[in-house]
């Protein structure tokens, strides 16, 4: 978990900024590209760091705050301001794993049991996530798709970590109903 | 579920791979954005291109409501009001007239809410869908309700909070947006233009003092903040249409482009 990962910056300017870019830009990129898919992550990373810029004597206020957990934060705001990518890009890979499924269906070999149920399971997760809530979907996703712990993810989301900790606790017992709910 | 092992497949790790080709294209484009950033004026506003953006967006509120029907957001608009956010407790936290709920919403108000929520269909007359969709009865506030018309919030279950327009019943137009947090700067609105006058409906946060609004003759007017709402209308033509918002929260200013509402012409966007 990324808990408090290797950071430099703390204070924002003119002269840091490029740094913040260049430590932290793979960074919110990759968790970009888990929340929205790839087409759209670029963009997301550059409204992160626009509002970044803007935000930065928030941050400058804070001088102990981890500068990768408070990008993720924005960036998870921002994925906000794009509900509609996002959910497309949750039912593409349900779509997916569905259509994985029907070629397994039809597979006759040994593994295609064991290789269906896997992709049943999938397909039930992300349908599960698709209907989260979003104060219970951010913080699990952060935590298992940018691997910050709960501590990081206060931090990132602006909420005190034992609403941070009840949020993620409630979206794994959601999640978990929501699938068996959804068993074939 | 007790442990992480099953939520691993929700991260793809192809999506993970970033190659150093990637890296260096996307960091160019930051360093680039970043550059025009400061070589524009003002910190809180964004780009040029930005501000372009957000004009015309505007513009596209403003128009849509001069034929008078629901306004339908969801797309665009929704993108002008979601600028930045923290997280959602504004209903909770705002003062109010009255509750509100589904059923004491009027037609017009129903149809628009059905309408800012994605995939439902605005044609028709039940309940059912949007009962589906929003909280119940006590999570709605009734923010402005006077002559100018009606204001409120109501929370969906998604967790957005959703801002519904009305003007008084004989004009039969309603408008609105749905934010899943608040911005930045304390303040969501819904612009809208019957063609003669310019009407600003919005949400405030208790910690936003002021609120001002430039029209195009220069002139700076005060809007008038009632609990945690307001409507602001233009006094007169739309020859004097709003320009921008001034909004000073915690003592910090905010300057929001508002566009030009008149459909025809289309002035300098750029800060």
Request: hydrophobic letters at 40%; proline letters at 5%; glycine letters at 8%.
């Amino acid at each position: 978990m990324m808990g408090s990962p290797a950071d430099t910056t703390h204070r924002i300017d003119a002269t840091t900024f490029p740094a913040l870019v260049r430590d932290h830009a793979a960074t919110v990129l990759r968790y970009a590209r888990q929340r929205v898919g790839a087409d759209l992550a670029e963009d997301i990373v550059s409204d992160t760091f626009a509002d970044a810029w803007r935000r930065r004597e928030r941050f400058n206020a804070h001088p102990g705050d981890n500068a990768a957990a408070w990008l993720l934060g924005i960036a998870t705001f921002v994925v906000a301001r794009h509900r509609r990518a996002e959910q497309r890009w949750l039912q593409m890979r349900i779509d997916t794993a569905q259509l994985e499924a029907a070629e397994f269906a039809i597979d006759e070999s040994a593994r295609a049991d064991e290789q269906l149920d896997a992709v049943s399971v999938h397909a039930r997760l992300i349908r599960a996530l698709a209907r989260l809530p979003r104060r219970e979907r951010d913080p699990l996703l952060l935590h298992v798709q940018a691997g910050l712990d709960y501590d990081a993810i206060a931090e990132a989301l602006d909420v005190p970590l034992g609403t941070i900790k009840s949020r993620i606790s409630r979206g794994r017992t959601r999640l978990e109903h929501a699938m068996e709910r959804d068993r074939p | 579920m007790n442990n992480d092992a099953p939520l691993r497949a929700l991260r793809r790790p192809e999506l993970d791979r970033v190659t150093d080709v990637e890296l260096d294209r996307l960091v160019t484009r930051l360093e680039s954005e970043q550059a025009a950033r400061a070589g524009s004026r003002g910190t809180r506003r964004g780009g040029g291109r930005r501000h372009v953006r957000r004009a015309l967006i505007a513009l596209a509120m403003l128009a849509i409501l001069t034929t008078g029907t629901a306004l339908a957001a969801g797309t665009n608009p929704v993108d002008w009001v979601k600028r930045t956010w923290f997280p959602h407790a504004a209903v909770d936290s705002v003062a109010a007239t009255d509750d509100v709920s589904l059923q004491t919403l009027n037609a017009a108000e129903r149809r628009t809410l059905r309408q800012m929520l994605d995939g439902m269909p605005a044609d028709r007359g039940d309940l059912g869908p949007l009962q589906s969709e929003m909280k119940p009865v006590g999570d709605g506030r009734v923010l402005v309700d006077g002559a100018d018309g009606r204001v409120s919030a109501l929370a969906s279950k998604r967790g957005d909070v959703c801002i519904v327009w009305s003007k008084p019943a004989a004009s039969r137009a309603s408008g609105g947006t749905c934010v899943g947090e608040f911005p930045e700067s304390g303040v969501a609105v819904v612009a809208g233009y019957d063609g003669n006058v310019a009407e600003i409906p919005g949400l405030f946060a208790d910690d936003v003092s002021t609120i001002t609004i430039e029209t195009r003759d220069g002139a700076v007017h005060d809007v008038e903040l009632g609990a945690n709402g307001f409507i602001w209308r233009s006094d007169a033509s739309i020859g004097d249409g709003p320009v921008s918002m001034r909004i000073i929260r915690a003592g910090i200013t905010y300057d929001i482009k508002l566009g030009d509402p008149r459909p025809a012409s289309s002035p300098s966007t750029t800060p």
